[in-house]
């Protein structure tokens, strides 16, 4: 996806996931025979959990995926002005 290299990882039906790290983010895709869809979740030493109960479109997981690892950008507020005009 134009070269970007994003904190989680998408593994296609028949490949097997590159390399592993504890709390990724990972997107599976189901294989035909189970129906069609993504599951969205993070991987542990023992365990994958599931971020969301039911498959998901690739749209909505990769969106999900990159939600849950881009950083929130924070905004200052602008400090107070006493001298303002209210009118």
């Not at 709390?23 to 971020?51: P, Y």
């Not at 109960?53 to 924070?74: G, I």
């Amino acid at each position: 996806m134009g070269g970007r290299d994003y904190n989680f990882q998408i593994v296609f039906k028949g490949k097997a996931l590159p390399y592993f790290r504890p709390g990724q983010v990972v997107i599976f895709q189901l294989s035909n025979k189970t129906g069609n869809g993504f599951w969205l979740g993070r991987t542990f030493s023992h365990f994958f959990e599931f971020e969301r109960l039911a498959p998901l479109s690739y749209r909505d997981a990769f969106c999900l995926a990159k939600a849950l690892t881009e950083p929130e950008s924070v905004m200052q507020a602008p400090e107070p002005d006493d001298q303002l005009n209210l009118f």
